[in-house]
């Protein structure tokens, strides 16, 4: 059953869904190209203090976010690569059926693509994902992360920003 409120002008189809695909192709090679320059020029676990709240430090993580199952002993490496190959293959589909009026999903979706790939070829060709942008405040540190992981959160607010706000405007575009 449709969603557009009755007598609603549904939206045409995007032009070209998949052009947002370039955004996903520069997060992998922002991404590669970060994780590739923290692995050459700096040393395992050890901070490299750029502001008060801010260190470069390297690490490896084989488990997901938070480092979530890395105490594990193997199995979730490819667990995370199916997940990561399964929902790129989802927002690929998700995107080639998108409205001319859904740019910021788009984009959204372009973001988490470009990062679960970004940290599947970590895994597949690492078996760890690289991490090295860590933040820190009074003794407390928030998970090192990197541009992948930035993507997939940028694309996660986008994708919740739409949620929220994309049915006001539908809903506006009906009346």
Known sequence: MSQTP???AKAAPMHKPLRWLWLAVAVVALDLGTKALASSL???AQ????LPFFNLTLLHNTGAAFSFLADHPGWQRWFFAAIAVGASVGLTVWMRRLRADEKLLG???ALIIGGALGNLYDRLVHGYVVDFLSFHFAG??????NVADIGIT?????LIWESVFGERRRARRGH
């Open 6 to 8: 009755k007598g609603a």
């Open 42 to 44: 700096l040393a395992y």
């Open 47 to 50: 901070p490299v203090v750029v």
């Open 107 to 109: 984009g959204a979706l």
């Open 140 to 145: 407390w540190y928030y998970p090192a992360f």
């Open 154 to 158: 940028l694309g996660a607010i986008g």
